[in-house]
């Protein structure tokens, strides 16, 4: 067992495979500013940052990923990655899926929503022994994550999603705890860094 977790690690942390990884994600990132097109054409410009969610996530792990293919590690970048990456990752599942609950039909589209946004959520575990971040940055991505949840259920800026939006006051207590656990995960990687690092 242990010999087939290095050997897909190093898998994982070859050079060619990270550029290929990279290379993914821009390109998902890239559609992912495109889908929100429609949303931040309605959108005022001081809430633009927060609006596309996944794809900032995803921008985020690209600049992990450079860090890694350089041989450094921006850390800030990394935790970011790590923490809305699982967040939106998560998040975009289930409202596809409850979407699918309410309506009976979300099509090839939201099944490909499902699957890409799932993945986003499986690479940012896979990653987890790469990270490489302090205490602080947990304290910067955790003001960054909730301040984007109060900017998305406060100031009616979440994404739209047809209609489950009728369900936006238990879809933001959802998401709210969703990003305190997302958090906490983050922490417990720093925590299993400092441990490994005294070993």
């Known amino acids: 067992m242990q010999q087939l977790f290095f050997q897909c690690w190093h898998i994982l942390t070859n050079k060619v495979f990270l550029i290929l990884l990279l290379i993914i994600n821009i390109l998902g990132t890239i559609y992912g500013y495109y889908w929100y097109g429609y949303q ?43 923490i809305t990456l699982i967040k939106y990752g998560f998040w975009a599942v289930v409202m596809n899926l409850l979407t699918l609950v309410e309506t009976g039909y979300i099509g090839e589209i939201g099944w490909m929503l499902v699957f890409s946004h799932f993945m986003m959520a499986v690479q940012a575990v ?43 006051s238990q879809i933001g207590y959802f998401t709210f705890w969703l990003s305190i656990a997302c958090i906490i995960i983050a922490y417990f990687v720093y925590r299993r860094g400092n441990c490994l690092h005294e070993l």
Request: include cysteine.
């Open 126 to 168: 896979l990653y987890i022994p790469k990270y490489r971040f302090h205490f602080w940055h947990i304290a910067v991505a955790a003001i960054w994550t909730l301040h984007n949840d109060v900017i998305d259920y406060v100031f009616g800026q979440m994404p739209y999603y047809g209609i489950i939006d009728q369900f936006a």
């Open 40 to 82: 931040l054409s309605t959108t005022e410009p001081i809430f633009y940052i927060f609006v596309p969610d996944s794809p900032t996530a995803s921008l985020f792990f690209c600049f992990a990923i450079i860090g890694w293919l350089l041989g450094k590690h921006f850390k800030l970048m990394e935790v970011l990655a790590l």
